[in-house]
């Protein structure tokens, strides 16, 4: 099963499951999704639960807001999260805040999904990862799907909950095709909001990742495995809630951490988790930390300096190679 074909029937089902949710974005209903996501809805909903809207961020959020503080469940969609931007008031403002601000007297169950992050040659207006942006906002819950077992899962998670969550896709996974389980395959089948999953189990380094990061990470882990060195590669799958416990209790095994994400380095996701590991696990530490990200400028367009600007395998097999003192340090390479 693709990605697309995971996310695309566990909006059916819920939609199927419950008539207060609806979908709203741009092309999700005639055009059956720019990415093909929302591909049958229309047919199957009708447009009163499947509504195409202008190329208006700000308004169409906002009335998804709106429709959540009613009762409603929608789901919003962004043909891209920057474009979110757009409409970050609504976002961060009313729904996160609101159950806070009415002492929870006021639910805002609403999902805002897309694609997050990079594509292909599509520029620094439309590259930006936002897992960190969103992650540092209480009241949000942030999750980050790798396979179609996780976009299947923590989609249909994301719609049953009380909360706003960010469902931040990858364009360049939609098309990719992965093993799913009998299990997942149920209508009733969900993942828990909150959780990583231990992709691949080691014992010398923990590796930590999420969405298209952690298939490079897989593959980084299959080359050090030839070199002799066994790499814990953890889907974080959820941003925020962050798993700690199974970060901690990974890195308290192997001793050595590499963070790997599409992100800017300051501020990212990859900071926390260090952070985490020093208040948490620092005695276990054998090497210092090894933080894997995206360049620290706007992506560029040109093919060749993209490439250099998100990270890349080889860059994840050199940084375990040094916490795992198998090469020359950056330091003394330098």
Request: aromatic share 8%; net charge negative; hydrophobic share 40%.
């Amino acid at each position: 099963m693709t990605v697309r074909e995971a996310l695309n029937s566990a909006l059916d089902e819920e939609m199927s499951a419950d008539p207060k949710v609806f979908l709203m974005g741009e092309e999700v209903g005639e055009y059956q999704g720019a990415y093909k996501i929302s591909k049958g809805l229309l047919d199957k909903y009708g447009p009163e639960r499947v509504l195409d809207t202008p190329i208006t961020e700000a308004g169409f959020t906002g009335i998804g807001v709106g429709a959540a503080y009613y009762g409603l469940r929608p789901i919003v969609e962004f043909m891209t999260f920057n474009f979110a931007m757009q409409a970050i008031d609504h976002i961060i403002n009313s729904a996160a805040k609101s159950n806070y601000m009415s002492a929870g007297q006021m639910n805002v169950p609403i999902v805002f999904r897309g694609p997050n992050g990079a594509a292909a040659g599509v520029g620094a207006q439309h590259s930006h990862c936002y897992a960190a942006w969103y992650g540092s906002c209480p009241g949000l819950k942030v999750l980050t799907p790798y396979s179609s077992e996780d976009a299947r899962g923590l989609l249909k998670a994301a719609i049953r909950d009380p909360d706003p969550v960010i469902f931040l896709e990858n364009e360049l996974l939609y098309g990719e095709s992965f093993p799913v389980s009998a299990e997942a395959l149920d209508s009733s089948f969900c993942l828990p909001i909150g959780k990583a999953k231990i992709e691949r189990e080691g014992r010398d380094v923990t590796i930590t990742a999420f969405s298209k990061m952690v298939g490079h990470s897989l593959k980084a882990a299959e080359i050090l495995e030839k070199e002799g060195i066994s790499a814990e590669v953890i889907n974080l799958r959820s941003i925020r809630p962050l798993d700690r416990a199974t970060i901690n209790a990974s890195v308290q095994k192997t001793n050595r951490l590499v963070t790997v994400e599409e992100g800017f380095p300051q501020h990212g996701v990859g900071a926390e988790i260090c952070a985490t590991i020093v208040e948490d696990s620092f005695g276990y530490l054998d090497a210092p930390v090894e933080r894997i990200a995206g360049a620290d400028v706007p992506m560029p367009y040109a093919a060749n300096l993209e490439r250099m600007a998100v990270p890349q395998v080889e860059d994840i097999v050199r940084a375990a190679k040094r916490v795992c003192h198998r090469s020359v340090p950056l330091a003394a390479a330098a």
